[in-house]
């Protein structure tokens, strides 16, 4: 849930002749944007094992090699599944998210904390192909990712799980997911990638709630799943699933690098909290509405904490700012960490392609997109421009 100018590009599969879906919902998903590609089945050719490719002739003799094609499999395996289906494949793309700001305004009984949070995707995520399976009773998920888990611990097993329990419906699905957003970095891209599980199930279903319905439902498995059911930024509240879009919170162009340690933080609620900042979140939000992102704007509560776990991420953090001085507007980590984001600059620091203790670091360019295509949205939708242009802050202060 690519590129700077698209949330998603998505590649819908449907038998020859087969009318394309009607959208249903009014809420200002990032899902609902982008380009839509239809083909035939009848596009996919080859082997149903793999591809048979002729090899160089010895004396009198024909070799042959047959290479084993995995997607290509796939994807005749999911042409076998039913012919009679109107969707039979969806490809989605699934974007991550920094946090902008990150108050923790307190705790609550349940354990969890209360937050105020300026979310907003990026044009960093993952890619995740969908295929109805001929199961009645099981998902597979495979992953191009070392160590990430593949049964009932990943989002996506539990959102699918989650919209089979809400709506009665018994389609299950073989899933590949392309992970280029790294894990335990505070970009929300497990939370990203269940909020598009949901998105493609009630797609399969033929829509049989709104996008609305799935929001609510998504907190139940995940605290940052709510937003990514927004239109791409939104003010967070509660433990995060309660959304308010803002429309155009910020410069779309912005670049930004991301910086991510082989380390990974603990999460949010298992960081010991000491002190908090005293900014009424609200404040930090008009400013950044109106001024843009400032060192001072990007107060993230869990940074100390978070610093205390993981020094070295601290000295990420102040070298990012040294070498960067007068490059980045605003230097910070997202989220519960480990990534640390350099705003206002393409290019990343120096320092970490030439010492040894950062081979093994992750660097993303990135940017904030879609200012166009949100416009674009808004008019498509029917939204009143009264919603486009009125100050979000007024809004969340009535």
């Not at 349940?110 to 949070?117: I, N």
């Not at 979310?119 to 993952?126: A, N, P, R, Y």
């Not at 996008?211 to 609510?216: A, G, R």
Request: with cysteine; glycine share 8%; net charge neutral.
């Amino acid at each position: 849930m690519a590129s700077v100018s698209n949330h998603l590009i998505s590649s819908f599969s449907y038998p020859r002749g087969a009318a394309s879906l009607a959208r249903r919902g009014d809420s200002p998903s990032i899902f609902r944007r982008g380009h839509y590609s239809f083909k035939s089945s009848s596009d996919v050719n080859g082997n149903k094992f793999g591809r048979i490719l002729a090899c160089a002739a010895q004396t009198g003799r024909r070799q042959v090699e047959i290479v084993y094609d995995p997607e290509e499999r796939f994807n005749r395996l999911a042409d076998e599944v039913d012919k009679n289906t109107k969707l039979s494949r969806l490809t989605l793309f699934s974007p991550c998210k920094i946090n902008v700001f990150l108050r923790i305004t307190g705790k609550r009984e349940d354990g969890f904390h209360d937050l105020a949070s300026l979310f907003h995707v990026i044009s960093l995520g993952d890619t995740i192909k969908f295929s109805l399976s001929p199961s009645k009773t099981k998902d597979r998920l495979s992953t191009n990712v070392p160590g990430v888990p593949v049964d009932d611990r990943n989002l996506i097993i539990k959102a699918l799980n989650l919209y089979r329990k809400k709506t009665g419906t018994n389609n299950f699905f073989w899933i590949h997911l392309d992970k280029k957003v790294p894990t335990g970095a505070g970009l929300g891209g497990g939370s990203s990638n269940a909020a598009t599980a949901l998105w493609a199930a009630n797609q399969f279903s033929g829509f049989l709630v709104t996008e609305k319905e799935l929001q609510e439902w998504s907190g139940e498995i995940g605290s940052d799943i709510p937003f990514f059911f927004s239109n791409g930024a939104a003010y967070c509240t509660g433990r995060g699933e309660v959304v308010q879009d803002l429309p155009h919170a910020l410069p779309t162009d912005l670049p930004m690098v991301l910086i991510k340690p082989q380390e990974a933080c603990p999460t949010a609620e298992r960081l010991h909290l000491g002190k908090t900042s005293s900014v009424d979140p609200l404040t930090l939000l008009e400013k950044c509405v109106q001024s843009g992102i400032s060192q001072d704007v990007c107060i993230n509560d869990l940074e100390a904490p978070a610093f205390d776990v993981l020094p070295s991420l601290k000295k990420l953090k102040q070298r990012v700012l040294a070498a960067g001085r007068g490059q980045y507007s605003a230097v910070f980590m997202s989220g519960s960490g480990s990534t640390i984001v350099g705003i206002g600059s393409p290019d990343p620091p120096q320092f970490v392609y030439d010492e040894d203790e950062y081979n093994d670091i992750f660097i993303s360019v990135k940017a904030f997109p879609y200012e166009d295509e949100d416009a674009q949205w808004s008019k498509e939708r029917g939204q009143p421009k009264s919603l486009v242009i009125v100050n979000p802050i007024t809004l969340l202060r009535e």
